[in-house]
T-cell receptor
Framework: GAVVSQHPSWVICKSGTSVKIECRSLDFQATTMFWYRQFPKQSLMLMAT?????????EQGVEKDKFLINHASLTLSTLTVTSAHPEDSSFYIC??????????????FGEGSRLTVL | AQSVTQPDIHITVSEGASLELRCNYSYGATPYLFWYVQSPGQGLQLLLKYFSGDTLVQGIKGFEAEFKRSQSSFNLRKPSVHWSDAAEYFCAVGPPPNFGNEKLTFGTGTRLTIIP
């Protein structure tokens, strides 16, 4: 099946610093990628939709200046957590929709990135 | 608004026993339903999906799910579980295929533990 890879798998940073998480589709082009946040024992919460070559679409309540998303190519989207605080500590997961334009709704998920802010 | 409820947070099953994980959804139109599995430290893997056709859907790893519109349910089943099935299982609902919007709403997940 299609492969989506996230890097880093885990990261620890100091409060006030910024952290970048990469999401790559390794064997297909993804015009659309999604970023989720998963709290312990909770569901995946969609944060934003990342569209190649255009601005990301953020879900209600998600701070776009806090969580910067860049989808510069058809195989890479990045999520930057700016001025991180302990409450930003979470598991961040990306997914990619295979195919250009409209797709059939199957998403491929990365392994997730665990962020711990001290 | 769409929502997904997985009433069972944690289920323990003996290896070789049958399994049923419950999922109830709320969606304003015909739903596109999914079951994903997440192993520790890994991403989500699609087990199966349903939009139309036969209401009993076969997936990978011996899993199946049955769509029951009258009960707004999409329960996942497996006749005989293996120790490797221990993982977190997520039910999800989304818009119809090719709608151009792949936003999915996930349930809270059910953690499956297998005992020897």
């Amino acid at each position: 099946g299609a492969v989506v890879s996230q890097h880093p798998s885990w990261v620890i940073c100091k409060s006030g610093t910024s952290v970048k998480i990469e999401c790559r589709s390794l064997d297909f082009q993804a015009t659309t990628m999604f970023w989720y946040r998963q709290f312990p024992k909770q569901s995946l919460m969609l944060m934003a939709t990342s569209n190649e070559g255009s601005k990301a679409t953020y879900e209600q309540g998600v701070e776009k200046d806090k969580f910067l998303i860049n989808h510069a190519s058809l195989t890479l989207s990045t999520l930057t957590v700016t001025s991180a605080h302990p409450e930003d500590s979470s598991f961040y997961i990306c997914s990619a929709a295979r195919g250009a334009g409209r797709v059939t709704g199957e998403l491929f998920f990365g392994e997730g990135s665990r962020l711990t802010v001290l | 608004a769409q929502s997904v409820t997985q009433p069972d947070i944690h289920i323990t099953v003996s290896e070789g026993a049958s399994l049923e994980l419950r999922c109830n959804y709320s969606y304003g139109a015909t739903p596109y339903l999914f079951w994903y599995v997440q192993s520790p430290g890994q991403g989500l893997q699609l087990l199966l999906k349903y939009f139309s056709g036969d209401t009993l859907v076969q997936g990978i790893k011996g899993f199946e799910a049955e769509f029951k519109r009258s009960q707004s349910s999409f329960n996942l089943r497996k006749p005989s579980v293996h120790w490797s099935d221990a993982a977190e299982y997520f039910c999800a609902v989304g818009p119809p295929p090719n709608f151009g919007n792949e936003k999915l709403t996930f349930g809270t997940g059910t953690r499956l533990t297998i005992i020897p």
